[in-house]
Nanobody, 124 residues
């Protein structure tokens, strides 16, 4: 059984930083794409970033380019989302998911297993 567990969310002031972690178990981690999505209250789920199994292909939403960095440690079955220069509009529940594709515009249907989410709140 695949388990996806996120951690690292919290409350931070605008301009601050947070690093989210996501650990996946129950599959061969190296074979899969990992993605981060977020959902703000009253808004649709949005693809934030994803990284291919090899780490050589990534996607970032325009809204986070230059501020967020995704990385993965295959030895630890963990993917990270390093978030800098946070803005109040980054406030959302952040979800990690594993799948097979990291498209130029990631689709939720490409991801099979999802975590429960971790809340990020950025105060102004």
């Amino acid at each position: 059984q695949v388990q996806v567990v996120e951690s690292g969310g919290g409350l931070v002031q605008a301009g601050g930083s947070l690093t989210l972690s996501c650990t996946v178990s129950g599959l061969t981690f190296n074979d899969y794409t990992l993605g981060w999505f977020r959902q703000a209250p009253g808004k649709e789920l949005e693809a934030v970033s994803c990284i291919k199994w090899s780490g050589d292909s990534t996607y970032y939403a325009d809204s986070v380019k230059g501020r967020f960095t995704i990385s993965r440690d295959n030895a630890k079955n963990t993917v990270y989302l390093h978030m800098n220069s946070l803005k109040p509009e980054d406030t959302a529940m952040y979800f990690c998911a594993e799948g097979l594709l990291c498209r130029s515009l990631p689709l939720t249907g490409d991801f099979s297993d999802w975590g429960q989410g971790t809340q990020v709140t950025v105060s102004s």
